[in-house]
């Protein structure tokens, strides 16, 4: 008797066991992004490809270091690229590494950098970066907020799912 109970038990268990969930992922996951340089339009502009629907978040027209517009944006977009595909792309903020300040990839609110998305020329740059998020309607959104050191987190899930088509930032 305990044997049948047992039997019947473990079969259904294993069939339990595989049943597949039918949710379906948020299209709002970084992770489930993806992100390119558009060269189509002037000026290049850096794109996150979200639920189908392709969102500006750079536009490049300026030449810097020795590289044109569509040089800077095609380098970029493949770091964004690469950070969403790794699962690290959920914050972005302004930071500094070795006395120069970056806009960076960190995977947490108030978690480090683990990736360098940008380097800024300078921290007047820096500062104009962070205003111009400040007031690029995405405090409306919900998807900015301040850590606990001052620094300025744009969670990007929140930022892709309610964007306008205007651009985050320029540079």
């Not at 189908?52 to 978040?57: C, E, F, Q």
């Not at 900015?144 to 540079?171: C, H, M, R, V």
Request: proline share 5%; charged share 20%; glycine share 6%.
């Amino acid at each position: 008797m305990k044997s049948k109970l047992f039997d019947r038990l473990l079969v259904t268990l294993m069939a339990l066991g595989t049943i597949v969930p039918t949710s379906q992922p948020s299209y709002g996951q970084s992770g489930r992004d993806t992100y390119f340089c558009d060269t189509n339009n002037s000026p290049p502009t850096t794109i996150a490809r979200t639920a189908g629907v392709n969102r500006p978040l750079i536009t490049w027209q300026s030449t810097r270091s020795g590289l044109t517009p569509r040089q800077r944006c095609l380098e970029v977009s493949a770091r964004f690229d690469n950070y969403s595909q790794k699962g690290q792309l959920r914050f972005i903020k302004v930071a500094t590494l070795r006395r120069q300040p970056i806009l960076c990839v960190a995977s947490f609110k108030d978690g480090p950098c683990v990736g360098v998305l940008i380097t800024l020329s300078n921290r007047a740059e820096a500062q104009r970066v962070q205003q111009r998020l400040m007031n690029s309607g995405v405090l409306a959104t919900g998807a900015i907020s301040q850590g606990s050191a001052q620094s300025i987190y744009i969670d990007l899930d929140k930022y892709l799912q309610t964007s306008s088509d205007d651009p985050l930032l320029e540079f």
